[in-house]
């Protein structure tokens, strides 16, 4: 049922372009049928966690894409410390990334794989 409707979305999205829709304009067509809001991007990459045998190069794939996904003025909510509580299960890394007092996302999040490279070796 529900690829039914999907595909209706996107009939309807061509039909109203009278040419194929750019990938980002199927995105936000079905982001806006789906009803996936600015906030559910938010709050899903707020209780994003990451797993107990995942790499964290891994996990912040995951967590870049997300973070890339949300609007630039939600974005200003995201602290190092949502990223930290991301990743509480793996202490030695937060306690490093903090006792750094490291501001920065992105920053963080490369000083997290360089830490990992460093305990693994």
Known sequence: MLNKE??????????????????????????????ITPSVKYWNLINLKINSNE?????????????????NNIKKLITVNNYVNSIKSRIYLCLRILEEEIEDINEALKYAEKVERIERN
């Open 6 to 35: 999907i595909r209706y979305v996107l009939d309807e999205l061509k039909e109203e372009k009278n040419q194929v829709p750019s990938l980002k304009e199927i995105k936000i067509a079905l982001e806006e049928y789906l009803e």
């Open 55 to 71: 790499s964290i190069s891994n996990f912040n794939y995951k967590y870049l894409r997300k973070y890339n996904d949300i609007d």
